[in-house]
C-alpha cells in the first residue's frame, strides 16, 4: 500500500513564501520522478513542477522563478518552496510520485493541500 500525504498548505499574503512538503510511505518504494499539480476553481489541473530522481527539475511558466522543487529520497519526501506568491497562485496543490510496483509504474497521488494567496 502506497499513500503520500501532503502537508504545509494555508493562508499567506502576496509577496509571501510558504513550503508544502509531500511524503510517500509504503514498503519496498522504487520512484521515480515526484512533482507537483494544482487546481483552482473553474481551472483545469495544471502541472507546477516536477523533479526526477536525478534532480532534473521542470516548471511552468507561470512559476518558474518563483517556485523550487527538491526532494529528499532518504525520506521519501518532494518539497515545493513557494516564494514571491501572488492570488493566482491560489488553489489545492496536488503532490504525485511516480512508484513501480513490480514491473509495473502508477502515479500515486496524495490528497491536495490547500493554498490560499490573500490578503
Known amino acids: 500500500q502506497v499513500q503520500l500525504v501532503e502537508s504545509g498548505g494555508g493562508l499567506v ?6 513550503r508544502v512538503s509531500c511524503t510517500a510511505s509504503g514498503s519496498m518504494l522504487n520512484i521515480g520522478a515526484m512533482g507537483w499539480s494544482r ?5 483545469q489541473r495544471e502541472l507546477v513542477a516536477s523533479i526526477t530522481n536525478t534532480g532534473i527539475t521542470n ?8 517556485f523550487t522543487i527538491s526532494r529528499d ?10 516564494n514571491s506568491l501572488k492570488p493566482e497562485d491560489t488553489a489545492v496543490y496536488y503532490c504525485y510520485g511516480n512508484i513501480l510496483r513490480g514491473q509495473t509504474w502508477r502515479a500515486y497521488w496524495g490528497q491536495g493541500t490547500q493554498v490560499t494567496v490573500s490578503s
Open 13 to 18: 499574503q502576496p509577496g509571501g513564501s510558504l
Open 39 to 43: 487546481q483552482a476553481p473553474g481551472n
Open 59 to 66: 516548471y511552468a511558466a507561470s512559476v518558474e522563478g518563483r
Open 73 to 82: 529520497n532518504t525520506k521519501n519526501t518532494v518539497y515545493l518552496q513557494m
